[in-house]
């Protein structure tokens, strides 16, 4: 699977939440940032619990001490660069 191609500068990180409230909360905050792009929400409609956002590592960086030094508990909301999943290290297909 491809990923969309990103706006210069920025790339996908996931923002996953502990718990669904503060995704929510944190998504609230987001639609008000012009640096983050929500592109999808994974999980259950209404109680989504991963958002994968197109944003510069600057911003990506903000976050993640924003997270960290904000949160009332630790790893509440976690966020990490987007990376293809793959079921080989190699990228090539073996036997099953």
């Given at each position: ?40 929400l994974i999980g259950p409609r209404g ?30 909301l976690t966020i990490e660069p987007d ?14």
């Amino acid at each position: 699977m491809s990923q969309a191609p990103t706006a210069q500068g920025k790339a996908r990180y996931l923002v996953h939440a502990a718990d669904g409230t503060p995704l929510t909360d944190f998504l609230a905050l987001a639609e008000t940032d012009p640096e983050i792009t929500v592109v999808d929400l994974i999980g259950p409609r209404g109680q989504a619990h991963t958002a994968i956002l197109e944003i510069s590592a600057e911003t990506a960086n903000r976050l993640a001490r924003q997270f960290r030094d904000t949160s009332p508990l630790p790893h509440q909301l976690t966020i990490e660069p987007d990376r293809p999943l793959s079921m080989f290290d190699n990228g090539a297909a073996g036997p099953i």
